[in-house]
């Protein structure tokens, strides 16, 4: 879960970043000495000529734009400033694409790592019922692969394997899956305390 924050933030920071700097120069290109965007955005709403509000004004032009959402309320008066607006239309459609893609991939990969965690928990469990060994045992197996899984946020394979485990808990599953049968093998029979 924590790498998939991290990831999430890493590309949030990206699109960020991104529309920061489009906005930047989205402010850098007007032209004072013909129509601007600024001109014809300031004419319809009571806005102060500072330099905040020319780059918050920017900058969420350019998330607008990055996101696709195009609301129409800025918009670019003359060449420069349309030239610029196509270059950020094709680049922003590759930025905000890849990522939307990352993210979804990032949160993809969580669930099937959890889902993974639950597979392999179940087939444990399911082996270790079958063979009768005791819900006590069968607690610890369940708390060491949710151990596992919390310190390395790795998928686990879909086979319960014994030799996954820790040798202490690997032995106290191999006693109680043998528990029953080492009285009955003569060179067995009172080797463990029976």
Known sequence: VFDTLIGIFRVTFLLVFVAHLYGCIFNMIIDESMLNWWDLYAQSKPLADTDWEHYVTGFYWA??????????????????????????????????????????????????????????VQNATDMLRHFEVSA??????????????????????QDFALDELDPPLRYKVLADIGGGSRSEVPPFAGLWGD
């Open 63 to 120: 998330v607008i734009s990055l996101t696709t959402m195009g609301y129409g309320d800025i918009i670019p008066a003359n060449t420069n400033e349309r030239m610029f607006c196509v270059l950020v239309a094709l680049t922003g459609a590759v930025v905000f694409s890849y990522c939307m893609g990352t993210i979804a991939g990032l949160i993809d990969t969580s669930s099937n790592v959890e889902d993974n965690l639950r597979i392999k």
């Open 136 to 157: 006590p045992v069968r607690r610890k197996v369940k708390a060491y692969y949710q151990l596992c899984w919390r310190k390395t946020a790795e998928a686990f394979g």
